[in-house]
């Protein structure tokens, strides 16, 4: 392990504001360009998913836990075996991976972990809207996300007229919602006649009933969404699972099969989405990383730092972007977790400056209160 | 008056309630006395629910996973059977039976909103497996002899319950200075002094610091359970001295001398009596049952109730019907997806809950398909009741019901679900027209749009007829 901490967070990023930021208005940026959020429930591993090469301590510390087969990325970092698609698109430059990172939380909780990392702010539950939803609506993009699950996700909230896709188990026929859809009178009606309305002008694909526990249907629908000029700009998915206290094992435990899941939706996407791909970028979100050590039942506690797994053609090029903080005990985090020296929603406030056309700036005032979030734009994506 | 406020504060009128010459003093005279659970089936009490939940954890942490420490599979399949053994798949269902047969049948259904009320506001989210054994226990022995009490013995109750302290993570929380805290160098862990606090009480409008939250949540150390090692986390709750943190506290500029496990009690009796927390449980209170923005003075009588009777629930919950009646033809509000499930049933009688004979369970097979079905009916329409995502519950606010999933579940709902549902005495036309003039003012409107369907009576028909009533503006709301 020869990584060592780089300064790259000091000066850099700001340069581009002193510039000045001038939105291209070229072709590229004509062409829709598509952001897909995959929310990982539960904590993922970045030690796991993208674990460090050689590092001893690590190996000492999880025994049970080491993966045999890693894939290899570069001299420091390996990837999990069962995140096949990221290590082929790895090659092409259309993957990358920031570690060391998570959203400025540091209490362990899932539920106020997870409130937070859709809300963006920094105390559970204050905040109402998502960063996502709060985005659109800054970039006046209206109308065009799309949430693959039953309620409409607190992350895309604060924009209106949002779609989702989670279909009944068995089919709804249509004339249904026609008869009586104009019984909605009165504006105390409004808001359920315009989401009838929404239900009326979605494709005839995504009328159908499918099963819903089957993610690879689901995922195959959003990808044709994505892929037409007119639909969505935006796609969220959840998973949940990513506890994992117990067998989390190594190649085929537990978060290996969370981690599989994660790479099936991705496959699809890829596979699917054909050019589009190349306008798209995937983005993982999750509440915390996990401890740097096995616990009694090989498993891992609620931890601190964790990684962003990132695919599509929008990234600047394959890379661990991390600001490596080390595993020593002096290192962790309250001598238990991987540190954060990235604050994940930098990452995720640039993906949009790059994806909405806008200015970080804006963004970062608009969305993010102000907060000190450096633009990684140059650093990640293709500008 | 309308048909319409025995929906808004009840179920509807089934096929065998009549509407009450004086509806208000109807619904007044419901609120005295806690009406027994009906349900003929079982229904274990909290501590034999809690012993399951031992078994269940133990089996599976103490046992299980050391046992099949290298081996996935062996280990998926040893849990199945636990799963099986200890009723982890099963409680829940029974609980959701318990809770929809007295929905349905209760001679007190205004008492039994007021008690979904409740449940929701002092939530247990979905945590660890609260759900599978305590939380619908918890709603019949910590939420419901409290509805005749008053509000700050509500508090006391559901603070020092198994279930909320599971929940927030209090048996965690140690005292810095305390003779644990110090030994084991932990310290607090702030969840349910947050939550206390912002959730169950004075809402964050009462401009608390961090350092009120960590000052509660010192005053609460030392509530916890008692561990040992074949129960786990599952012992009772008691007060630890040994985690206590000791010295004087102060929470919203009051001060709490050391006074151990009386502290909690002391801060309680403040908080459950501030004005702010008041105004905030009043709020909700109208939101629930009269309108999302309920104006000042719609929820000002009730605060004045709440003042006059020191809190009394009784008399609180006589304002919010009195508020209710009185605004009951200019305000509107829309019903999330259990109670309108709960009011097709009992309006429509539909053969939910499962019969308490079948819902019988050997612990030697999984539960089967009718048992689970209700269960099933629930999550399919995205309101498990015992599952809210997050500790504040589910939402009483509409735009966090409608999108486009939501609204076409309840489409799939009543036009493919719901005919199977429908008693094979009931379905004939004459008996739908018979329960719309029984609950609708305008059920000449409401019938004409299913005219056309008024011939047929197979499953198909029911669903064309339902799917349209079930989701007419003045069903999904009032």
Same mark, same amino acid.
């Given at each position: ?44 591993? =970045? &030690?796991? #998913?993208?674990?460090? !090469? *050689? ?5 000492? %510390?999880?025994?049970? $836990?080491? +993966? ?66 709060? =985005? &659109?609506? #800054?970039?006046?993009? !209206? *109308? ?5 699950? %039953?309620?409409?996700? $607190?992350? +895309? ?81 959840? %998973? ?144 | ?478």
């Amino acid at each position: 392990m020869n990584c060592t901490r780089r300064n790259f967070l000091i000066g850099g990023s700001t340069t581009l504001f002193l510039s000045g930021y001038f939105p291209k208005i070229s072709f590229a940026s004509m062409q829709k360009k598509n952001l897909i959020i995959i929310s990982l429930r539960g904590g993922m591993d =970045g &030690l796991t #998913a993208v674990p460090v !090469i *050689g590092d001893k301590r690590l190996k000492k %510390l999880r025994k049970k $836990l080491i +993966l045999e087969d890693v894939l290899n990325l570069n001299s420091d970092f390996g990837l999990h075996p069962k995140l096949e698609i990221f290590h082929k698109l790895w090659q092409k430059n259309q993957a990358a991976f920031v570690h060391a990172t998570n959203i400025p939380y540091t209490g362990r909780s899932h539920f106020d972990g997870q409130n937070l990392m859709e809300t963006g702010a920094h105390i559970p539950y204050k905040e109402k809207t998502g960063w996502l939803g709060r =985005g &659109l609506l #800054a970039s006046n993009i !209206i *109308g065009k996300g799309l949430a693959i699950s %039953l309620p409409m996700p $607190l992350l +895309l909230r604060g924009v209106p007229q949002n779609n989702n896709f989670f279909p009944s188990p068995d089919f709804v026929e249509t004339k249904l919602i026609d008869q009586i859809y104009n019984e909605f009178k009165g504006e105390h009606n409004e808001l359920i006649k315009s989401t009838l309305n929404t239900i009326r002008q979605r494709p005839l694909s995504m009328q159908i009933a499918t099963d819903s526990d089957d993610r690879k249907k689901l995922a195959l629908e959003a990808a044709k969404q994505l892929k037409d000029q007119s639909g969505p700009r935006v796609a969220v998915f959840d %998973l949940d699972g990513f506890d994992t206290h117990a067998a989390q094992g190594g190649v085929d435990g537990a978060h290996a099969d969370e981690l599989e899941e994660v790479n099936k939706i991705v496959t699809i996407l890829y596979e699917n989405l054909g050019q589009a791909f190349d306008n798209t970028l995937i983005l993982t979100l999750t509440e915390f990383g996990r401890t740097i050590k096995q616990n009694g039942g090989y498993g891992t506690e609620h931890g601190y730092g964790s990684a962003i797994l990132m695919a599509g053609g929008l990234l600047k090029k394959s890379q661990v972007y991390t600001d490596w903080p080390g595993l020593k005990k002096k290192e962790l985090f309250e001598g238990r977790d991987l540190n954060s020296t990235v604050d994940s929603r930098a990452v995720y406030n640039s993906a949009m400056s790059i994806c909405f056309n806008q200015d970080p700036e804006f963004l970062r005032k608009e969305v993010f209160w102000g907060d000190e979030l450096p633009d990684l734009s140059q650093e990640l994506f293709k500008i | 008056m309308s048909l319409k406020f025995y929906r808004r504060v009840a179920f509807g009128l089934s096929p065998n309630d009549k509407p009450d010459k004086d509806p208000f003093n109807w619904a007044l005279n419901q609120l005295d006395t806690i009406p027994n659970l009906l349900w003929p089936g079982i229904i274990p009490t909290e501590k034999e629910l809690r012993k399951k939940y031992g078994e269940w954890v133990y089996g599976d942490r103490e046992v299980l996973r050391k046992k099949f420490k290298n081996d996935k599979h062996a280990y998926k399949k040893a849990k199945d059977e636990l799963r099986i053994k200890t009723g982890e798949r099963y409680f829940e269902l029974n609980e959701h039976a318990i809770r929809h047969y007295q929905t349905k049948y209760s001679k007190q259904p205004v008492f039994e909103r007021f008690w979904l009320f409740w449940g929701n506001h002092f939530a247990i989210s979905e945590k660890d497996f609260l759900a599978e054994f305590s939380t619908g226990p918890y709603q019949r022995e910590i939420i419901r002899p409290n509805m005749v009490k008053t509000f700050e013995e509500m508090v006391q109750s559901v603070t020092t319950s198994w279930c909320m302290i599971h929940h927030l993570d209090n048996s965690e929380s140690f005292g810095p200075n305390s003779k644990k805290g110090m030994e084991w160098r932990e310290t607090i862990n702030e969840n349910h002094a947050r939550e206390l606090l912002e959730l169950h009480t004075v809402s964050p409008n009462a401009g608390y610091t961090q350092d009120d939250v960590i000052q509660l949540a010192y005053i609460m150390t030392g509530w916890a359970h008692k561990w040992d090692r074949k129960n786990l986390e599952t012992g009772d709750i008691w007060f630890d001295q040994e985690m206590h943190q000791k010295g004087d506290k102060i929470v919203l500029g009051v001060k709490y001398k050391n006074d151990a496990k009386r502290e909690l009690a002391k801060v309680i009796h403040d908080l459950a009596t501030h004005p702010i927390c008041i105004k905030f449980v009043s709020t909700k209170l109208c939101r629930h049952f009269i309108t999302d923005e309920p104006t000042e003075d719609i929820i000002y009588p009730v605060i004045e109730a709440w003042n006059k009777s020191n809190g009394s629930l009784i008399e609180i919950h006589k304002a919010v019907i009195t508020q209710a009646y009185k605004h009951n033809e200019n305000t509107h509000k829309f019903h999330p997806p259990e109670i309108w499930l709960m009011q097709l049933s009992r309006m429509f009688d539909l053969n939910i809950p499962l019969s308490s004979e079948k819902m019988n369970y050997s612990f030697s097979s999984k539960p089967n398909r009718r048992q689970r079905q209700l269960s099933w009916i629930l999550r399919e329409i995205g309101h498990s009741p015992y599952r809210a995502k997050q500790p504040n519950g589910w939402s009483d606010f509409e735009v966090d019901w409608v999108s486009p999933e939501l609204l076409l579940r309840r489409f799939w709902f009543s036009s493919v679900e719901l005919p199977i549902l429908v008693k094979s005495g009931n379905r004939s036309h004459d008996f739908i027209l018979a329960c719309l003039k029984n609950n609708f003012e305008d059920h000449e409107n409401m019938a004409s749009l299913i005219e056309n369907f008024r011939f047929g009576t197979l499953d198909y028909d029911l669903g064309q007829k339902y799917g349209v009533i079930c989701n007419l503006p003045g069903v999904l709301k009032v």
